[in-house]
């Protein structure tokens, strides 16, 4: 075998299994943080759902906000093919991340308010509409930082998820109100929508074969 192949073979497995050990242990924190510090779990079950799709943005808004602001470190982690696509592509990266780590935080938030919560409904309030600020302010603002390609994925996202909240609401609420299945809840429904978006994302960048390890 060529020495020269070997490395670029070996390079995207090996990117992969970093990432995933980082992502597994990047879980097992959240999810202890979460037992110790709020109420979600203790709550209902429909709060610790909601709190650990909160879990999930903010480990992916601090696995890609990191890796983007040090782009040889990031390099390893990250799907990408080096270090200069994410020094390119910096802007939009840095502000998704921050819109994801606030809608992290304000899924959370949301998780311990309500019947039982701890948290005072003026925070939980104020917390949604700053963070839905920010994320709209952020997402409108790196817009223009896309390339073409980047903004066709992101209106395929927004298309899938949406569809599948719809397609998932509608069989939930047929079920739901002949008996056959719980009640829409607030938080479940929170959960339902921030859920489907994010894998609404995943499904759209695969399509596009973008999830390939590279």
Do not use: C
């Not at 020269?4 to 050990?21: D, E, G, Q, Y």
């Not at 759902?49 to 602001?69: D, K, P, Q, R």
């Not at 308010?113 to 994320?135: E, K, R």
Request: aromatic letters at 6%; zero cysteines; hydrophobic letters at 55%.
């Amino acid at each position: 075998m060529n020495p020269s192949v070997k490395p670029s073979l070996h390079r995207p497995l090996r990117k992969m299994l970093i990432s995933a050990l980082l992502g597994a242990i990047a879980g097992f924190f959240g999810v202890t943080l979460l037992f110790r510090w709020t109420d979600a779990p203790t709550v209902a079950g429909s709060s610790m759902i909601l709190s650990g799709v909160g879990i999930a943005y903010l480990a992916m808004a601090l696995f890609v906000g990191i890796g983007t602001l040090m782009p040889k470190a990031g390099s390893k982690v990250l799907n990408v093919e080096d270090s200069d696509e994410l020094v390119e592509n910096r802007q939009s990266l840095l502000g998704s991340s921050l819109a994801n780590g606030v809608l992290g935080v304000m899924m959370i938030v949301l998780a311990n308010s309500g019947t039982g919560g701890t948290v005072p409904v003026s925070i939980a309030v104020g917390t949604v509409i700053v963070a839905l600020a920010v994320a709209g302010f952020l997402i409108v603002k790196t817009w223009k930082y896309q390339d073409e390609l980047m903004r066709q994925v992101s209106l395929e996202a927004g298309s899938i998820a949406g569809a599948m909240v719809i397609a998932t609401l509608l069989v939930w609420g047929a079920f739901s109100m002949n008996g056959m299945g719980p009640a829409i809840e607030a938080k479940s429904m929170i959960a339902l929508v921030m859920g489907m978006t994010l894998l609404g994302a995943f499904v759209a960048t695969g399509a596009r074969g973008m999830l390939t390890p590279r």
